[in-house]
């Protein structure tokens, strides 16, 4: 007998066999797992290049590298709730060290030991025992609460209304984790209950399971080992060569979808180049996805942290940001699988397949027109998905190639044609509202510093008026050097761009940013957390770039510099909404609650969903002027949301969602007890200073 040192996941111990073609076997089912994962991969590789446009995600290495370690290895997004991240964390740091900790195990006796460097002896060897035992403990937790998870308390974000996404699969992969770590242990007890080493109590998982074999025949414990051993071994090397062709893919495709994430700024959508030779615009076919798009669909796992929080599916709208990604899926697995297989048998290629229209043959209309552009599924996916751009994509189809859209967008978009706002009132009013004032415009003195772009609610809503006003008057109070454009401002053209309508946005934008370069803007301020995104991330790409700020950054900062003082008290209890283009888009959460917080009387609480985690007001993406005919209506339970609070004001930090709070408490009768107001018009009620004069002081604002 010669002594051999082997390991298989937790075994890893010294025991006495014949090592007889022992060596050889494993070399041969290890070559042929290996050979089966390579195939897997290639075969899907063949399926990834198959179809999409070419698109760069390579650049930036060192940036990528980082997004890599912080979502991929440390998994910073799993962890954002409790049950889910101590599962998956379990499941995913137990098997890296164990699946590291056999490779050291196995390659000592072969290398280290042969070069002068064994390190797994004495108090090394002990730890080691001890650190295999303990993330083989945590695996097998992490997939019983899996289990119970998918099959016992069964949340419903693992299925689509009331349909499971759950199928044998599934099972059958917990299963396989589970069977490698309970076969690990069961050999490691059967080692122990034959060679009984007093120091192997280190490794308390099979030295509690050595007690069953204890007193049993050796020779009998010696041949289940081996049994056990083999098992064991079989069922490792049949998980490696499982992952390709399982969900177990997202081990390689979730890593590389968050190394390959979009590092542009959040929600920037990319602009249509050529109007003029396009024959068809936007995302029609599967080939108009680039593949990066394509790819996004295999690295999602299903998780529905996604569809938990979107407002389309919550209200029971058509929409789940998971489903349309996996509807995607679906057809690209189809489509990728027949053109690999046909570049295979013809590698010079053939008559292309024109397949399905995207937007009506793959994804329902009521999906695509259902989506808010909130960002919550993006903001909240572990594998960094992109889903906004796909359903712009896809609207951008419909509404410039098909000019197929929801009927109330034509009376916009021809009003935002006519008279640059969505509500079709006469531009040479636009700057009527600052006339009381005595505002100046940039025509009058182009020498401002600061260009106050006002936006259409501000400029032609009542509503927004009276925010666009009480702004106003906090920057003439501080002595702020400010103008507006008045009948030469236009529509900032959001509400075009993200409702599909790309011709239309892009004239409204170049159009905006050849006034502002003429009077040559610098530093823009925005009450419009839509006109503060589009304006700071989307008009770089016409040559608009200007230094933006939002009017709570302002506030802010007038507040922290003791330009303004608040002196009159508002004994009031108010929460705050964050606006999806405000705070997830443009991570601006903590200014309005300090801006509130100094408020002299004020209470601030928070509504239940807040933050990262805010519910949409229902207005994004185009939904503004579109009516609301399936489920129930967006603001409403957000209204819902502020009445649970037990709060008697709302504070607000954008215009729409300034009119979807006010409709949703008319709607539940609640405007005697609770009011819905922008922070300005909050700023300039605690100020105290309706009648005083403006400051003559000139006051300078950060940079952005």
Excluded at 263 to 276: C, M, N, Q, V, Y
Excluded at 406 to 412: A, D, V
Excluded at 554 to 565: E, F, M, Q, W
Excluded at 637 to 651: E, F, H, L, P
């Amino acid at each position: 007998m010669e002594r051999v040192k082997f390991s298989i996941g937790n075994e890893g111990r010294e025991v006495f066999w014949n090592t007889e073609h022992f060596e050889a076997l494993m070399f041969v089912f290890a070559a042929v797992a290996l050979l089966v994962f390579a195939y897997g991969v290639y075969r899907r590789w063949q399926m990834w290049k198959a179809i999409g446009k070419p698109e760069m995600r390579v650049d930036n290495l060192g940036e990528r590298i980082k997004r890599l370690i912080l979502d991929g290895f440390f998994q910073i997004r799993i962890f954002r709730e409790f049950y889910p991240g101590v599962m998956h964390g379990f499941i995913f740091f137990g098997f890296f060290v164990l699946i590291f900790g056999a490779f050291f195990d196995a390659t000592e006796f072969h290398i280290a030991e042969p070069l002068g460097f064994p390190f797994l002896r004495g108090k090394a060897y002990l730890l080691f025992s001890l650190l295999m035992e303990i993330f083989g403990v945590f695996v097998l937790t992490g997939v019983i609460l899996a289990l119970v998870r998918r099959y016992i308390t069964k949340p419903e974000r693992l299925g689509y209304r009331d349909k499971s996404d759950t199928v044998p699969e599934d099972g059958v992969v917990l299963l396989l984790i589970g069977a490698i770590i309970i076969t690990g242990f069961i050999v490691e007890g059967l080692r122990i209950g034959v060679t009984n080493p007093s120091w192997e109590k280190w490794s308390f998982g099979g030295w509690l399971l050595s007690g069953i074999f204890a007193g049993g025949d050796h020779e009998q414990l010696r041949m289940w080992h081996k049994i056990t051993w083999w098992g064991h071994a079989l069922l490792a090397f049949g998980f490696i060569a499982y992952i390709p062709y399982s969900r177990l893919l997202h081990i390689i495709t979730t890593p590389a979808n968050q190394f390959l994430a979009s590092l542009k700024p959040t929600g920037a959508l990319e602009p249509i180049a050529d109007f003029e030779n396009a024959e068809t615009f936007g995302v029609g076919k599967l080939e108009e996805l680039t593949w990066k798009q394509l790819f996004d669909s295999d690295a999602c796992t299903k998780c529905g942290r996604c569809q938990d929080g979107c407002p389309a599916y919550l209200s029971g709208k058509p929409l789940s940001p998971k489903k349309l990604v996996q509807d995607l899926k679906a057809y690209w697995v189809e489509r990728a699988t027949a053109a690999a297989a046909a570049a295979a048998a013809k590698p010079e290629g053939g008559e292309a397949d024109e397949g399905r229209v995207l937007p009506g043959d793959v994804v329902d209309l009521h999906e695509l027109w259902a989506c808010t552009n909130c960002m919550y599924c993006m903001e909240h996916c572990p594998a960094l998905i992109e889903h906004v751009p796909k359903i712009v994509g896809m609207r951008q189809y419909k509404v410039l190639t098909e000019a197929e859209f929801p009927p109330e967008l034509q009376l916009t978009f021809r009003n935002m044609e006519n008279n640059s706002n969505p509500w079709g009132i006469g531009s040479h009013v636009r700057g009527d509202w600052a006339k009381e004032l005595g505002i100046k415009t940039l025509a009058d003195d182009p020498g401002v510093e600061y260009l106050y772009y006002v936006g259409c609610a501000g400029s032609f809503d009542d509503r927004g008026k009276k925010t666009a006003m009480a702004f106003a008057k906090i920057l003439q109070t501080a002595g702020v050097s400010f103008g507006i454009l008045g009948a030469e401002e236009g529509c900032c053209g959001d509400s075009a761009m993200r409702s599909g309508n790309e011709y239309l946005y892009q004239s409204l934008a170049q159009a905006n940013i050849e006034v502002m370069n003429g009077y040559n803007v610098k530093k823009v301020i925005a009450t419009c957390p839509h006109g503060y995104n589009i304006i700071k991330k989307e008009y770089k790409n016409f040559g608009g770039n200007f230094e933006v700020f939002h009017h709570t950054e302002i506030i802010a900062y007038l507040l922290r510099k003791g330009k303004i003082t608040l002196k009159k008290p508002l004994n009031r209890l108010f929460a705050y909404h964050d606006s999806c283009f405000l705070g997830r888009y443009n991570g601006l959460y903590e200014q309005p609650r300090a801006i509130l917080q100094a408020v002299p009387g004020l209470t601030l609480a928070e509504m239940e969903r807040n933050r990262e985690g805010s519910f949409c007001c229902g207005a994004g993406g185009g939904r503004m002027w579109m009516e609301e005919d399936i489920g129930d209506r967006i603001n409403n339970m957000r209204t819902d949301q502020a009445i649970a609070a037990g709060v008697s004001g709302v504070a607000l930090a954008c215009p729409f969602c300034q009119t979807m709070l006010s409709d949703g408490i008319k709607d539940r009768k609640k405007e005697e007890e609770i009011m819905a107001l922008d922070i300005a018009e909050i700023v300039w009620e605690a100020m105290g200073l309706e009648e005083k004069e403006p400051s003559a002081d000139v006051c300078a604002l950060p940079e952005a």
